[in-house]
């Protein structure tokens, strides 16, 4: 019996082992972001109890039915609110659609707390096991009720806010996308998409998941270019390579009803006409360029010592121009002369100062060899030349010197070429200047001013109207090419400004773009400029305020400039500062109307402002129908006619006038 009972004793304690093994259960390792949803990886936050649940055993009440035996219970997990994150990982990852942009922390979603002699087991919150005598049974604590958690998704087709805009920025970017960065995931974003992810071997299923947000973050991402790829998705097709030459259109006959006369110093369309025609028949060499230069003069000298009836003056007059442009004008084997000729001066070297050099031995200005090196003789030689010729005595051999010395009709010198050379003195730039060029200044007039006007204007440095006056924005343009050319700035248009201004190296005017909170000279400079065309009444202090900011955009809207954002960028600053910028005194207030379903640049002007003005949330560049609700609002609230569409007394109440 003794050992009958250590048997049943052995036997017991050994049943009680395997009852105490079996009965612990370890955690559910429970992942919410979800490995069963496809393209659902997108960071969200893992949600975590809302409270730890603390119990001791004398609270527990212990059934234990032989069907639940080994088992343990586990209650539904509660639910906390997720909150979302800012600052430096907001990004990418920042989808409204329950991500927050930051890396989540897994947290535990369950747990047992196991209760040995009273003691509990740190890492389970939500159950008990209570060891007795009989078999062991999970007991659940009271829970909270139960939400379920929320299943991330994609971005895809349908979807709108905030995050699809800054997706179809990106996609913008890269150059697969077209369209308007309006937040609303459609079938143009979808197309996009899918190229995107096609081009950088992801899979194209049109939905922006974790994957495809991380490559579209990658400074490295394939662009539409690098892909070969338009914007709409399409492949880019190849430009073939052989070279299509179209047959030049013959230049048509300008009206000649009422008599001009076109001379040296003219420009404008008529002049390219010229020019055209002179090209045409093969008279003149070098490209259309809209200025009666030195070329173009000997040119239409040359063609009319080859064309009876016509006296040789260089001037293009009624005569003229009827013969030039008649069916059986004379034409030229080789031009007379060049418009694009190389500015040859002191320091030239190469063959074409050698011919140089060969042509005015030839008319006995220049002794010595042709060395082809543009020196002190050549210099003396090329001024002596222009002297005889009624040229700017400036010793550079331009357009204008090059086409007159190459001409049938160049003179040839009076005296000696020795003479000439040894008493050139050298490089003397006052005796240059003394005949060559006028101080010109405040207060000057004709037709030098006039010329000195066109030259700033058309380097950008807006002298005001090129009228042949000398005032206060030619003085100002003056001082601003000097400063702009490392000249002594004195407003002074001397022999040194004059020598710069006309050559080749002669730097032109380039604007930055200017913006509301800039200061400085350039602000002060546009403030003036815009109070003369009758669009500023501030203060012009340099600052750049509302009031210019105002001024800017009346500015555009007037001169029909895009866009009309207040800021002076460089088409604005062009067009300022031209002679063709419409003053205010000039402009119209009738505006055209705009109705619904119009599209492009007005219509984005006039969604701004009404974005601008709370009617509006966004700008699509679409005449839709909350842009025409939103008209109305505006409408309705400035006491106009509620039709929803933009006439011209709506515009000028929208756009502040």
């Known amino acids: 019996m003794k050992r009958n009972g250590k048997w049943i004793a052995l036997a017991g304690a050994l049943a009680l082992c395997l009852i105490l ?3 612990y259960v370890a955690p ?5 972001a979800g490995t069963t949803n496809e393209g659902n990886n997108l960071p969200f936050l893992t949600l975590q109890p809302t409270a730890t649940v603390t119990m001791t055993p004398d609270t527990v009440v212990v059934e234990t039915p032989a069907t639940n035996q080994g088992q343990q219970i586990f209650p539904s997990q509660p639910t906390a609110t997720p909150t979302p994150q800012s600052g430096s990982n907001a990004g990418w990852n920042d989808w409204n659609g329950g991500g927050n942009g ?5 947290v535990p979603t369950g747990g047992t707390i196991v209760f040995n002699n009273n003691t509990p087991v740190p890492g389970a919150e939500n159950t008990i096991q209570v060891i007795t005598g009989s078999p062991t049974v999970a007991v659940p604590t009271t829970p909270a009720p139960a939400t379920p958690s929320p299943t991330p998704q994609s971005m895809r087709l349908g979807f709108q806010g905030e ?13 697969y996308y077209n369209g308007a960065i309006d937040g609303d995931f459609g079938e143009a974003t979808d197309k996009a998409v899918r190229a995107f992810q096609k081009a950088n071997g992801l899979s194209a299923d049109g939905k922006v998941g974790e994957m495809t947000l991380k490559k579209l973050n990658d400074k490295n991402a394939k662009t539409a270019k690098q892909a070969g790829v338009n914007a709409d998705g399409t492949k880019v097709t190849a430009k073939p390579t052989t ?5 030049p259109k013959p230049t048509a006959t300008p009206n000649l009803q009422k008599d001009y006369y076109l001379r040296l110093g003219s420009s404008g369309k008529k002049v390219e006409t010229l020019q055209r025609r002179l090209i045409e028949l093969g008279w003149l060499g070098g490209k259309v360029t809209g200025e009666f230069d030195g070329a173009t003069e000997a040119a239409v000298r040359a063609f009319q010592e080859k064309t009876k009836g016509l006296w040789t003056d260089g001037i293009a007059g009624p005569d003229t121009l009827r013969a030039l442009y008649s069916s059986n004008a004379a034409r030229s084997k080789s031009p007379a002369a060049t418009n694009s000729a190389e500015t040859l001066e002191f320091g030239s070297e190469g063959a074409a100062v050698t011919k140089l050099q060969k042509r005015l031995k030839d008319l006995g200005y220049l002794a010595g060899t042709a060395d082809g090196k543009f020196g002190v003789a050549t210099e003396a030689a090329v001024i002596a030349f222009q002297k005889n010729n009624n040229l700017t005595a400036d010793g550079k051999a331009g357009v204008a010197t090059q086409s007159k010395l190459y001409s049938s009709n160049a003179n040839k010198a009076s005296g000696n070429a020795a003479d000439i050379n040894k008493n050139s003195g050298g490089r003397d730039t006052k005796d240059i200047a003394s005949t060559g060029y006028e101080t010109l200044e405040f207060g000057s007039e004709g037709e030098a001013v006039k010329k000195l006007q066109n030259r700033l204007e058309k380097l950008g440095y807006a002298p005001g109207y090129t009228d042949g006056k000398f005032g206060t924005n030619t003085e100002a343009a003056v001082m601003a090419f000097q400063a702009n050319n490392n000249l002594t700035v004195d407003g002074k248009a001397g022999p040194a400004t004059q020598r710069k201004l006309y050559g080749t190296s002669a730097k032109g005017m380039s604007y930055n773009t200017l913006r509301p909170d800039d200061r400085g000279e350039a602000v002060r400079n546009l403030q003036y400029t815009l109070y003369e065309l009758g669009y500023y009444d501030g203060r012009i202090d340099g600052i750049y305020g509302q009031t210019t900011s105002d001024a800017v955009r009346s500015f555009q809207i007037e001169n029909k400039l895009t866009p009309v954002d207040g800021i002076a960028g460089k088409n604005t600053l062009n067009r300022l500062y031209s002679s063709d910028a419409i003053p ?3 402009a119209g207030d009738q505006y055209d109307t705009v109705y619904p379903g119009a599209t492009g640049a007005v219509v984005v002007e006039i969604q701004e402002c009404l974005v601008d003005y709370g009617f509006l949330d966004a ?6 129908d909350n842009t025409t609700a939103a008209v109305k609002a505006f409408q309705a609230a400035n006491g106009l006619k509620q039709d929803g569409i933009c006439g011209s007394e709506t515009l000028k109440v929208l756009f502040g006038y």
């Open 21 to 23: 093994t079996g009965c």
């Open 28 to 32: 559910d390792d429970t992942n919410n």
């Open 163 to 175: 995050s699809v805009r800054t997706v179809q920025r990106r996609l913008k970017e890269l150059g």
């Open 584 to 586: 205010a005194t000039q």
């Open 243 to 247: 070279k299509v030459t179209n047959t």
């Open 619 to 624: 700008v699509t560049g679409n005449y839709d």
């Open 102 to 106: 930051a890396t989540p922390t897994p």
